[in-house]
């Protein structure tokens, strides 16, 4: 019954049903570009289209190309090649993951908070005066912590985490590149010039290694404590993500969720949408050692394998804190070139790592610092851009 | 042509890949079949030890081709990876042809830039003709080489051909069979997927498993192999930092048959328990309780 839809000789019908069936991919939220579809149908030529679990093979080395998107696949092929009713009312009753949901519009959220802003209905001048921040307003606004600031001066804040500019913080790769004050004898070019003088060679070329940024990878605390400051770190880090292309970041609660994808949108009102539309525990309570094994487990290996920094954004504030905190908290120094622990409550003078999972954290981090107004973020950025030192175990910047 | 001695359906494939001592999964072989039959390349990805770069050295010995490995790693470049000209050597000729007075630059150029002072490696070799047809090309651990790398392989991998300045275009004339493998250590670009046909290896269940074991440790008894394979199929259910693949079953099934054991005893395990686990917490946390409940697992009668 299933494989009606199939029958070779209606070639026609046969080929709608593939173009259905990428339409009911895409619609899930699969990326099925037109190239797939005519692979597919070429696929099935040479295969035997009778046996359900061939095609089920065929079509998903096609359409899938990432091992995530497999279930999805699994569970639309089932129901597609199910009966011949209309594919959508179905579709309704697959579990899919919020993310594959149709993404809200670009600046759907700007435009709703302009609505209800009443400041819409003030007069134009007083508008003006908001914006036209004098130099020691500004001053102010670099020091005032997050929490604190009022709409207008968190506007301002993200404005001013845009415009901020981050330098490429070098790392050295294996690969080479024309260099005239490299190392390394570029004996190809050398020789191609030494042709335009018959073989004599007048210019030695050289080569030296290629820089590129170090990759970042943030981790994100969203728990109910942290979530004055979540919305602006994002903001942060989507703001770098744009600058360097290699900036993975997640999102922790009570479970660890990769917003990587999400983040790379270009308008940072949609990225942060998609962002927040594929968490689902959003202020809600924290279990870093459980994130952070998770963390560990699944993706560490995936992307810290080329010398990444390891942001972990987290005031700490761990209930199940034990021993497992500590070892998950190592596993992840170990497996990082350099770990900076950013922690909002450094803003409090007298801040002592009095809580038990700060204490339990705090030896394995090469780098603690506070994270809670625009002049700390630039410090960090300094931070960020300043070359890496050596593979080691450098000192704790401790808060006491 | 060639073409006659490719499997002409995907349970052929399946005979030809277990004739050779390689038991796919049906899923594998569909895929494989469909890679051969298309001329597209296959994107094999999975945890390390799962039959990855093995299909591809099957396959090159199942189909009689010659199979041509590239081995990634980060900084893999132009000139390791597809050709490299032999510097000396052209200098040498330029020498000579200078002492011989010869001053025509055109001619010189020409000359140092032919086939015979290039050094060809992995990817220019697998675009030339083979009389045995055209070669199996196993690039493996594509993840390891880094972006630009990737970039440099798209290439190749839909036109199968390679433009080098000084020399031309270089075209196969029958594209070859490519096996790409990731272990996922990072991602790979999409665009680079989107050329291959993608398939997630995955670990065996028990029955495929025990036949693997079976086949590759030839004097293994009936029950130590069913022990084994139990025991490494527990393993994968517990939180390990890395779960032992179907390599390191055979390593275990092959130690443990070297030491003559008969069957799985608490001292015997411990003793060779570094053929299936790599990291020092994994092995930790296998002791005491947890060793004696996924070995009184695999040991039992049923």
Redesign the interface.
């Known amino acids: 019954m299933a494989i009606n839809h199939l029958a070779p000789e209606k070639t026609e019908q046969f080929a709608d049903n593939i173009v259905g069936f990428a339409r009911a991919l895409r619609s899930a939220g699969m ?1 099925v ?1 037109p ?2 579809v005519i ?1 597919a149908m ?2 099935l030529q ?3 289209i009778g ?1 359900r ?2 095609v ?3 079509l ?3 359409f ?4 995530e998107h ?1 279930l999805i696949f699994k569970q639309a092929f089932n129901l597609f090649f199910r009966a011949s009713e209309e594919w959508k009312h179905m579709l309704d009753s697959v579990p899919l993951p919020e993310e594959a949901r149709k993404k809200p519009q670009a600046g759907a959220r700007r435009v709703q908070e302009a609505m209800s802003q009443p400041r819409m209905t003030e007069t134009p001048q007083h508008q003006e005066q908001d914006l036209r921040l004098s130099v020691s307003d500004k001053e102010i606004l670099q020091k005032k912590d997050f929490a604190q600031m009022s709409a207008a001066e968190i506007t301002e804040a993200l404005r001013a985490i845009e415009r901020m500019h981050l330098p490429q913080a070098e790392l050295l ?4 590149l024309p260099d005239p004050r490299g190392l390394r004898l570029d ?2 070019r050398t ?2 010039a ?3 003088t ?2 004599d060679i007048i210019d030695i070329h050289r080569r030296g290694p290629i820089q590129k940024p170090a990759p970042i990878v943030a981790l994100l605390d969203i728990s109910g404590s942290m979530s004055e400051y979540t919305r602006l770190f994002l903001h942060f880090l989507h703001a770098i993500g744009d600058a360097r292309k290699r900036v993975s970041v997640f999102l922790f609660g009570t479970r660890l969720t990769n917003v990587t994808r999400a983040l790379r949108q270009r308008d940072p009102d949609e990225a942060l949408a998609s962002c927040s539309a594929s968490v689902e525990d959003w202020a809600g309570g924290t279990r870093i050692s459980a994130s952070l094994h998770n963390f ?2 699944l993706w560490a ?3 810290l ?2 010398g990444a920094i390891v942001l972990l954004i987290s005031d700490g504030l761990e209930r199940e804190a034990d021993s497992k905190l500590a ?1 998950e908290m190592d ?1 992840l120094h170990r497996s990082c070139r350099r770990l900076i622990w950013l922690n909002p409550l450094l803003r409090f003078g007298g801040f002592e790592a009095k809580a038990q999972g700060i204490k339990m954290m705090l030896p394995h981090v090469d780098e603690f610092r506070p994270v809670h107004n625009l002049s700390s973020i630039q410090e960090l950025i300094a931070t960020l851009s300043r070359p890496l030192p050596p593979h080691h175990r450098s000192l704790i910047r401790s808060a006491a | 042509m060639t073409s006659a001695t490719l499997p002409a359906s995907v349970d052929a494939m399946l005979e030809l890949l277990t004739s050779r001592g390689y038991l796919a999964e049906r899923s594998l072989a569909t895929v494989t079949y469909l890679s051969l039959r298309m001329g597209r390349p296959l994107f094999l990805e999975g945890e390390a030890g799962v039959g990855k770069t093995e299909i591809a050295k099957v396959l090159s010995a199942a189909l009689g081709r010659k199979l041509i490995r590239l081995q990634c790693y980060e900084g893999l470049d132009v000139s390791s990876a597809v050709y490299e000209w032999n510097s000396a050597a052209q200098m040498i000729a330029i020498r000579m042809a200078e002492a011989a007075g010869d001053t025509d630059r055109e001619q010189l150029s020409s000359d140092i830039f032919a086939d015979r002072y290039m050094i060809k490696r992995p990817l220019l070799q697998a675009l030339e003709p083979d009389v045995a047809g055209p070669p199996v090309l196993l690039i493996d651990e594509l993840d390891r080489a880094d972006e630009a790398f990737e970039a440099y392989l798209l290439e190749i991998l839909s036109d199968f051909q390679v433009t080098i300045p000084e020399f031309g275009t270089v075209k196969a004339p029958h594209p070859p069979i490519v096996i790409i493998t990731s272990n996922r250590t990072r991602e790979i670009h999409d665009a680079l997927k989107r050329r291959c046909l993608y398939h997630w290896v995955d670990y065996p269940a028990a029955e495929r498993e025990l036949a693997i074991v079976k086949s590759r440790v030839p004097g293994i008894s009936a029950k130590l192999s069913q022990q084994v394979v139990r025991f490494v199929q527990a393993l994968r259910d517990q939180d390990f930092y890395k779960s032992p693949g179907v390599a390191e079953t055979i390593d275990w099934a092959t130690a443990l048959s070297e030491l003559d054991a008969r069957s799985l005893t608490p001292q015997v395990v411990g003793d060779t328990l570094g053929a299936l686990l790599k990291y020092q917490d994994d092995i930790t946390r296998m002791q005491g309780d947890t060793l004696q409940k996924v070995l009184k697992e695999a040991t039992s009668e049923n």
């Open positions: 990326p570009g190239g797939a692979d070429s696929a040479v295969i035997d046996n679990a061939d089920f093979t065929t998903e080395a096609i899938v190309k990432r091992h497999a790769t294996r690969r080479y004996l190809r020789l191609r030494s042709l335009r018959g073989g560990n487990k290996r995936r992307v394998s080329q070892f596993r």
